[in-house]
């Protein structure tokens, strides 16, 4: 069983930064292939960006330029860097495992989520 644990949610106005951290439970994070998603109310839960186990890289369009997804292994971590934040970012972002695949753009490719951090942007 995997145990992934978001922090770094917030407020922020626009134009502004937020970096997410989601620490994973487990001995072989860097077989993991991981992701942020988001969930606006009343959407469904979109992929914002992904990264491989093998650290190739995927980003929704809407964030590509202003979002950066990163892992540190040594640490069981990754990492969501968010600059020049819209309101349209306003959400909640889950941190998603797949355990031994390569991942892949929808949620059910993911075996393991974390319970969610808000962001709010504010314009």
């Known amino acids: 069983q995997v145990q992934l644990v978001e922090l770094g949610g917030g407020l922020v106005q626009a134009g502004g930064s937020l970096r997410l951290s989601c620490a994973a439970s487990?001995?072989?994070?860097?077989?993991?292939?991981m992701a942020w998603f988001r969930q606006a109310p009343g959407k469904e839960r979109e992929l914002v960006a992904g990264i491989s186990w093998s650290g190739g890289l995927r980003y929704a369009d809407s964030v590509k330029g202003r979002f950066t997804i990163s892992r540190d292994n040594a640490k069981n971590t990754v990492y969501l860097q968010m600059n020049s934040l819209k309101p349209e970012d306003t959400a909640v972002y889950y941190c998603?495992?797949?355990?031994?695949?390569?991942?892949?753009?929808?949620?059910?490719?993911?075996?393991?989520w974390g319970q969610g951090t808000q962001v709010t942007v504010s314009s």
């Open positions: 998603a495992a797949d355990d031994g695949g390569t991942g892949g753009p929808a949620p059910r490719m993911y075996t393991y």
């Open positions: 487990g001995r072989t994070f860097s077989r993991y292939s």
